[in-house]
């Protein structure tokens, strides 16, 4: 498994992520966007309406190097800052994650190398962090 329990918990709470990612010519990007954890795969899976034409989808294909960040302020302290870093290689795939019709069938697919983490577990506050070797 990619991700520990509470890291999963806390990824299925959230709506979005932050995907950073790097132009053709090194001019970081970041976007806000939808995900899903991709348990089978143990993969960040990134969809949306238009991922083909999309400035990421292109800058994953002229460098797969990114950064996915998912957060959240539970409260105005130190405690109440939570956050998921993973970086990895992305690729881009075919994925079929949208019975509605409404968003592509292209995805960007993460696959974690390293995850850092901020009061995502409670049992364990503060932060952690670790590489992923499996893919």
């Known amino acids: 498994m990619t991700f520990n329990d509470a890291e999963v918990r806390f990824l299925a709470r959230q709506p979005r992520g932050h995907l950073a990612t790097l132009g053709p010519n090194g001019t970081p990007q970041v976007k806000p966007l939808g995900f899903t954890y991709n348990l089978a795969?143990?993969?960040?899976?990134?969809?949306?309406?238009?991922?083909?034409?999309?400035?990421?989808?292109?800058?994953?294909?002229?460098?797969?190097?990114?950064?996915?960040?998912?957060?959240?302020?539970?409260e105005a302290s130190m405690d109440g800052a939570h956050f998921l870093e993973i970086r990895g290689i992305a690729e881009t795939a075919v994925g079929s994650h949208d019975p509605q019709g409404h968003l592509a069938s292209e995805i960007i697919r993460i696959h974690p190398r390293r995850i850092v983490s901020f009061n995502v577990d409670p049992d364990h506050p503060g932060f952690a962090a670790r590489d992923v070797t499996q893919w």
């Open 41 to 74: 795969l143990g993969t960040i899976d990134i969809t949306g309406f238009n991922m083909s034409g999309s400035a990421k989808y292109r800058n994953v294909q002229a460098n797969p190097d990114v950064a996915f960040v998912v957060d959240e302020v539970t």
